[in-house]
């Protein structure tokens, strides 16, 4: 058997272990199914790994999945340079993950806690799907299939009503973005009669593409992007699916599940770099989301939120690297992103564990010295989602913000913005949480402690990894050999070779990013000093500050405009139309019925003499009918 | 004789009894007439089937051609023989029930 298959079959079996067993197996046991079968597949994920840097790819087959005369679709695995490095960061910070579930779930009932390790492996298995998928619709089927275990982890405590609408509203907006994906993929079918990447992204079919067809489909594409990947205007679910636990934040809506949409537009970037009008879209989209969330973050006091608002805004980053042509750039980003923003989650998680599940950031403070660990890892994850040299953001953000310089000023400029945004809220959301002194109840801080070992662990793992993360790709002006770049030159080698290069010379891009990362120090400063003392006031935020509190009031200008005019719709079509109308067709056959029978009952008189003449009539008309009107 | 007249006179019967049937309440009466209405259906039969025999008579077949009608008949003789013994019957035992052979006054199937 080839190997390829036991990288999702491992979760798999660890779902359906934990899903049917659920109310047999003890914690201990449910944590060591869940989480070694994420392990074995890291392992196995690995070995492919190595294969693929030998320059072994797979194209692995397990059978035909749709045969039609017009086209046939495989159900097939493609293990690349791209998959195989999305399969690392899946299984590895999911194991991560997973471990750190283990002690923060640890409160919940024993099939509660099955539940969930079952849901989460399941995640996997679908996100590894999508992945490793070796064409569209398979990726289409994990897709889904990640979508539906948001919803279920989103809303993994159902008792809690809020928590179920964030879980329908998750699913809801997803599937208006997997709409787009499907049309894409019809467009696709009907066009080439193939959806195998493989096929797909041959000079051979390309050729067959007009430029309609292909801005269409990456249009379209690009929409299922901003469902699963929280853009504008699809981007509200994901600060309000921090409903669910924190782990599952870190997991699904910070260093997975949401980097699909990337993963999904690098696999076609060829595609997107023949429709540039699309390429367009997408760097707008992004540079706009990254701005807009990041404003909302200023003034968000829940620490989920913050970072949910953190997460939109750099996927936003991300996008625009797909926009500007920085496939790898984005990329990297998205790796070195799971590792600090899983990092910063985790961290959160451990805060939030510690004080008893208060998210409000406005009664922390001073936890620097209660949790050593959780506060030194969170400060390596800060730095790293600031860019702060040497850590991972650093490396990976210059690496976009210089191809946005390469491609446009104004982005690059607006670009340079956000990263300043983001270091200023993170460090608000810092020095709130750790720094000054404490603002809770005695209670908490009779409780406050330091997180247990499995998941501190993972902290230490992972803050590792955003401390080097990004010495995988050092570009060359620092005098690196952007290892990962070369790697996954073969993925994007087509579309280099159309992009036309930009070329800035070294001193240009070094005082660039050193610039820059001064400016990003004086931002860190001021909001350290700003929130270092922060005192809770019941003072509300006024005009701006109150608007971004509000979120831009996005969420009721969506309420306004689409919510309540669905269901006043349905409304009227419950109240009215299926009232009047439907139902009015319903009963108004029965009474024509029951009218009918009362009225031909009486016929029906026990006269046999009545039934005679009206057997004779009856048989005259037959008569009549047969010789006078049906003679011919 | 041409077969017209035998198609009215069997028609005549046949409405007399129609129209006896559907008038008289008597069940002895509309016993009669629905005899009647049978012997105009036998009377029809004989008529085609001596008009069928002499077509193919003259068509130089003058085997037995024709006669299966006159047969008929004679079967229908017999099993409205045996069909007015069973009538009477309940019609006597109708009588002996009620008193009386009026079809009207047996509606209560009805209820």
């Known amino acids: ?632 | 004789m041409p077969i017209n007249y035998y198609i009215f006179v069997a028609i005549a019967l046949f409405c007399i009894g129609v129209i006896g049937v559907l008038t008289r309440r008597n069940a002895i009466i509309i016993f009669m007439c629905i005899e009647l209405m049978l012997n105009a259906v036998n009377l029809l039969l004989i008529a085609f089937s001596k008009m069928h025999h002499q077509l193919a008579a003259a068509n130089g077949d003058a085997g037995v051609a024709g006669i299966e009608g006159q047969l008929f008949v004679f079967f229908i003789m017999v099993v409205a023989a045996a069909e007015v013994s069973v009538g009477l019957a309940i019609i006597v035992m109708m009588f002996r029930n009620v008193h009386s052979v009026d079809v009207n006054f047996l509606n209560r199937l009805k209820h």
């Open chain 1, 1 to 632: 058997m080839n190997i390829v298959y036991l990288v999702p079959l491992f979760p798999l079996i660890g779902f359906l272990l934990n899903g049917l067993l659920r109310n047999h197996l003890s914690k201990s046991a449910v944590g060591i199914i869940g989480s070694g079968s994420v392990l074995a597949s890291f392992i196995v994920s690995l070995m492919l790994f190595f294969d693929v840097k030998s320059g072994n790819n797979t194209v692995a087959t397990l059978f035909n999945f749709i045969n039609t005369k017009q086209f046939s679709i495989p159900f097939s695995f493609q293990i690349d340079q791209l998959s195989s490095l999305f399969l690392l960061v899946i299984t590895g910070v999911g194991f991560l993950i997973h471990l750190y579930s283990t002690a923060y779930m640890k409160e919940e009932p024993n099939e509660h806690f099955a539940r969930y390790f079952a849901y989460l492996n399941l995640f996997v298995f679908s996100m590894l799907l999508l992945v490793m998928g070796g064409n569209f619709v398979i990726m289409f089927i994990g897709w889904e299939g990640v979508g539906l275990c948001s919803y279920l982890l989103i809303g993994f405590w159902f008792k809690n009503t809020a928590y179920n609408n964030a879980a329908k509203k998750a699913f809801i907006m997803n599937r208006i973005g997997d709409l787009g994906f499907l049309l894409a993929v019809f467009w696709l079918l009907a066009k080439l009669g193939t959806v195998t990447y493989g096929e797909v992204f041959t000079q051979k079919s390309l050729d067959l593409l007009s430029a309609t067809d292909i801005t269409g489909i990456t249009l379209l594409l690009f929409v299922g992007a901003t469902g699963k990947s929280a853009q504008i205007p699809l981007y509200t679910w994901l600060p309000d699916a921090m409903a669910g636990p924190t782990p599952v934040s870190a997991l699904i809506h910070a260093a997975t599940m949401v980097t699909a949409g990337i993963y999904m537009i690098a696999r076609s970037n060829i595609l997107y770099t023949m429709a540039p009008l699309t390429q367009c879209v997408v760097a707008v989209i992004g540079l706009a989301t990254a701005i807009f969330a990041a404003t909302i973050a200023f003034k968000q006091n829940d620490i989920k939120k913050v970072l949910a608002y953190s997460t939109v805004s750099q996927l936003g980053y991300m996008f625009l690297g797909l926009g500007v042509g920085a496939y790898t750039g984005a990329v990297f980003h998205v790796i070195t992103h799971a590792f600090f923003k899983a990092l910063l989650f985790l961290g959160a998680g451990s805060v939030i564990h510690a004080m008893h599940h208060e998210q409000d950031m406005r009664n922390y403070g001073g936890l620097k010295k209660y949790m050593p660990i959780t506060h030194i890892t969170f400060l390596i994850g800060c730095l790293a989602i600031a860019g702060i040299y040497p850590f991972s953001g650093f490396f990976s953000k210059d690496e976009i913000l210089t191809a946005a310089f390469a491609q446009n000023k104004v982005l690059y400029i607006f670009g340079v913005i956000g990263a300043l945004m983001t270091a200023f809220y993170m460090f608000r959301l810092y020095a709130m949480t750790f720094q000054g002194k404490f603002r809770g109840t005695h209670e908490q801080e009779h409780h406050l402690h330091e997180s247990p070992s499995a998941m501190t662990i993972p902290l230490i793992v992972l803050g590792i990894l955003a401390l080097i993360g990004g010495f995988m790709n050092v570009p060359e002006v620092l005098g690196g050999s952007t290892r990962l770049a070369n790697f996954l030159q073969p993925i994007f080698a087509a579309s280099i070779e159309k992009q036309s290069a930009h070329h800035i010379d070294h001193s240009t891009e070094l005082m660039m990013m050193f610039g820059v990362m001064a400016v990003i120090i004086v931002v860190i400063l001021l909001a350290w000093m700003k929130y270092a003392k922060y005192q809770k006031t019941d003072e509300e935020p006024r005009g701006l500050g109150k608007v971004l509190a509000n979120k831009w009031y996005v969420d009721e200008l969506y309420d306004a405009i689409i919510v309540k005019p669905l269901i006043a719709f349905s409304k009227f079509l419950g109240n009215v139309f299926d009232k009047y109308v439907v139902d009015g067709i319903v009963n108004g056959v029965g009474r024509l019925v029951q009218y009918g029978g009362r009225q031909l009952r009486l016929i029906q008189s026990g006269q046999v003499g009545g039934y005679i003449l009206l057997m004779v009539l009856s048989m005259l008309v037959y008569f009549a009918v047969q010789m006078f009107i049906l003679k011919k």
